[in-house]
T-cell receptor, first 113, second 112 residues
Framework: DVKVTQSSRYLVKRTGEKVFLECVQD?????MFWYRQDPGLGLRLIYF???????EKGDIPEGYSVSREKKERFSLILESASTNQTSMYLC????????????FGNGTRLTVT | GQQVMQIPQYQHVQEGEDFTTYCNSSTTLSNIQWYKQRPGGHPVFLIQ?????EVKKQKRLTFQFGEAKKNSSLHITATQTTDVGTYFCAGPFRGGYQKVTFGIGTKLQVIP
């Protein structure tokens, strides 16, 4: 079974702090994704990566950066956290190719105070 | 930008009634995926549709992909309380199949 593990289930940070959200997958997937989920807005794509050191902006990349130094790990970085980044963050991974479902982690609920 | 629109946003049904959610894209989709998220959980893959006009069934769930590959629907027959959750469609887009964009989701409540 595919396992996508997010390092924290809940996180509370202060405004202006640098925040790292970590995601690890154990299925040798090429693609990895970061989404945020907010009530009434669904899942919005922040960044995705299709290979080590490769990254592409999603629909809402502002205020975020990512790092993919190893195939199994995809990190989301909030350089200077703000209150409007309070949200549920979901990591996902998949094989490349069109016929490939996304496998999600359990999510990290981040609160920025 | 490319968008996947989903309606309705919320739906309350009596147990045993049918339920349908619709997904529309502004551009042609190479394929479309459907996910279910239970309350407090994460999205879980249900199915993928690839061919124009494709229809697939999973027990009481019927998934359709439009002829123009710009719309899709999920129909649940005789809902049960276990169907409660949010249903999302998700579309990679032609030429950008790595970028998986989700609809806003339809939150289904089933009244026993």
């Amino acid at each position: 079974d595919v396992k996508v593990t997010q390092s924290s289930r809940y996180l509370v940070k202060r405004t202006g702090e640098k925040v790292f959200l970590e995601c690890v997958q154990d299925m040798d997937h090429e693609n990895m994704f970061w989404y945020r989920q907010d009530p009434g807005l669904g899942l919005r794509l922040i960044y995705f990566s299709y290979d080590v050191k490769m990254k592409e902006k999603g629909d809402i990349p502002e205020g975020y950066s990512v790092s993919r130094e190893k195939k199994e790990r995809f990190s989301l970085i909030l350089e200077s956290a703000s209150t409007n980044q309070t949200s549920m963050y979901l990591c996902a991974s998949s094989f490349q190719g069109r016929v490939s479902p996304l496998h999600f982690g359990n999510g990290t609920r981040l609160t920025v105070t | 930008g490319q968008q996947v629109m989903q309606i309705p946003q919320y739906q309350h049904v009596q147990e045993g009634e049918d339920f349908t959610t619709y997904c529309n894209s502004s551009t042609t989709l190479s394929n479309i995926q459907w996910y279910k998220q239970r309350p407090g959980g994460h999205p879980v893959f249900l199915i993928q549709l690839v061919k124009s006009g494709e229809v697939k069934k999973q027990k009481r769930l019927t998934f359709q992909f439009g002829e123009a590959k710009k719309n899709s629907s999920l129909h649940i027959t005789a809902t049960q309380t276990t169907d409660v959750g949010t249903y999302f469609c998700a579309g990679p887009f032609r030429g950008g199949y790595q970028k998986v964009t989700f609809g806003i989701g339809t939150k289904l409540q089933v009244i026993p």
